[in-house]
């Protein structure tokens, strides 16, 4: 008898990176889709997407049987967000961090995955103590909810 709700278990890409040095995102979801109690994915946006797009993303993954848990958004490979994302002093670098935001937020629906989490790396180590509001523009991811929740560890 097969349970509908049976745990599933997921993980982040990133590990498999450790153990094929120059290899690429497709060879991480093979390696995943190789250890038997997986059944889901994370992945970056938008590093992981650099060389595939969502459709193959989407078939790397349905091939190693895995499904999609969720998109992890990632700024600090960008040297342009390397005062932050959201709390950059400059409005049109916060501007392109809710841009890139959205189009993970995009990708992680059209694939079926459930979470888009915000992972801010400086934008929160290195946000001032005078914060006590969300970063800047944040607020207008709101509409994004209804299909992919967002969190922010």
């Given at each position: 008898?097969?349970?509908?709700?049976?745990?599933?278990?997921?993980?982040?890409?990133?590990?498999?990176?450790?153990?094929?040095?120059?290899?690429?995102?497709?060879?991480?979801?093979v390696a995943a889709?190789?250890?038997?109690?997986?059944?889901?994915?994370?992945?970056?946006?938008?590093?992981?997407?650099?060389?595939?797009?969502?459709?193959q993303m989407a078939?790397?993954?349905?091939?190693?049987?895995?499904?999609l848990n969720g998109?992890?958004?990632?700024?600090?490979?960008?040297?342009?967000?390397?005062?932050?994302?959201?709390?950059?002093?400059?409005?049109?670098?916060?501007?392109?961090?809710?841009?890139?935001?959205?189009?993970?937020?995009?990708?992680?629906?059209?694939?079926?995955?459930?979470?888009?989490?915000?992972?801010?790396?400086?934008?929160?180590?290195?946000?001032?103590?005078?914060?006590?509001?969300?970063?800047?523009?944040?607020?207008?991811?709101?509409?994004?909810?209804?299909?992919?929740?967002?969190?922010?560890?």
């Open positions: 008898m097969t349970r509908a709700n049976r745990p599933r278990y997921a993980a982040r890409l990133n590990a498999f990176k450790q153990l094929s040095p120059g290899s690429d995102v497709k060879d991480w979801i889709g190789q250890v038997g109690s997986l059944g889901a994915a994370d992945l970056n946006f938008p590093d992981h997407f650099v060389k595939h797009d969502a459709t078939n790397f993954l349905s091939d190693a049987e895995l499904a998109v992890a958004m990632r700024y600090y490979t960008d040297p342009g967000f390397k005062l932050g994302a959201f709390t950059h002093p400059d409005l049109s670098v916060r501007k392109a961090a809710l841009d890139i935001t959205k189009q993970g937020i995009d990708v992680c629906a059209a694939m079926g995955g459930k979470t888009v989490t915000l992972w801010m790396g400086k934008t929160v180590s290195t946000m001032p103590f005078r914060w006590i509001t969300p970063p800047h523009g944040i607020e207008q991811l709101k509409p994004f909810q209804s299909y992919a929740p967002i969190i922010s560890p």
